[in-house]
């Protein structure tokens, strides 16, 4: 499956971007999905999960209450919404897919299969 991030951009702090990951291929149901970030000089870093038909999800405790992950299956995409953002939210977001048979969530870098290019997120002070 081939994954394509968008929706980054530059933004105030206190303010929101929604980031969208298309994702080609007809069987988008199988696909657990993650959103992760990038800081220069930091290493990836997890930020929440969605499972495969989206009834569950799994947060980092320093995005809880702010972020929201979501997907739409029809649309092949998965959403992560971003309230309250702060400067050191700055980074690349990727999204990344693994599929699966069951409904778990994951939330290492190293189970996921597939990633997409990122998108550049920059929150200024």
């Known amino acids: 499956v081939q994954l394509q991030a968008s929706g980054g951009g530059l933004v105030q702090a206190g303010g929101s971007l929604r980031l969208s990951c298309a994702a080609s291929g007809r069987t988008f149901s199988r696909y657990a999905m993650g959103w992760f970030r990038q800081a220069p000089g930091k290493e990836r870093e997890f930020l929440a999960a969605i499972n495969r038909s989206g009834g569950s999800t799994y947060y980092v405790d320093s995005v809880k209450g702010r972020f929201t992950i979501s997907r739409d299956n029809a649309k092949n995409t998965v959403y992560l919404q971003m309230n309250s953002l702060k400067p050191e939210d700055t980074a690349v977001y990727y999204c990344?897919?693994?599929?699966?048979?069951?409904?778990?969530?994951?939330?290492?870098?190293?189970?996921?299969?597939?990633w997409g290019q990122g998108t550049q997120v920059t929150v200024s002070s």
């Open positions: 990344a897919s693994r599929e699966v048979l069951g409904y778990s969530v994951y939330d290492q870098a190293p189970e996921y299969e597939y």
